[in-house]
Nanobody, 112 residues
Framework: QLQLVESGGGLVQPGGSLRLSCVAS????????MRWYRQAPGKGRELVAD????????VYVDSVKGRFTISRDNAKNTVYLQMNSLKPEDTAVYSC?????WGQGTQVTVSS
């Protein structure tokens, strides 16, 4: 059974950092591109970052470029999202995704 379990969210002040983790199971992790999405209150889901299965190439939404870094550890079946210089507008539920499957999400709140 495919599972995606996120962790690492929380409350952080503007300018702070968090690292999100998503542990995957139930499928050959190294064979699939992985993505992080976010959904802020009252807004639609937004693709934040993508990392390819083979080359490890990455893609980011413009609003997080230079601040967020997606990475993966295929030995640990884990994808990460390092978030630096956080802003209040980054507040959202962050979820990892593969194909048509989603984790339960982890809340990130950026507030003073």
């Amino acid at each position: 059974q495919l599972q995606l379990v996120e962790s690492g969210g929380g409350l952080v002040q503007p300018g702070g950092s968090l690292r999100l983790s998503c542990v995957a199971s139930g499928f050959p992790f190294s064979n699939y591109d992985m993505r992080w999405y976010r959904q802020a209150p009252g807004k639609g889901r937004e693709l934040v970052a993508d990392i390819s299965s083979t080359s490890g190439s990455t893609v980011y939404v413009d609003s997080v470029k230079g601040r967020f870094t997606i990475s993966r550890d295929n030995a640990k079946n884990t994808v990460y999202l390092q978030m630096n210089s956080l802003k209040p507008e980054d507040t959202a539920v962050y979820s990892c995704n593969v194909q048509f499957y989603w984790g339960q999400g982890t809340q990130v709140t950026v507030s003073s």
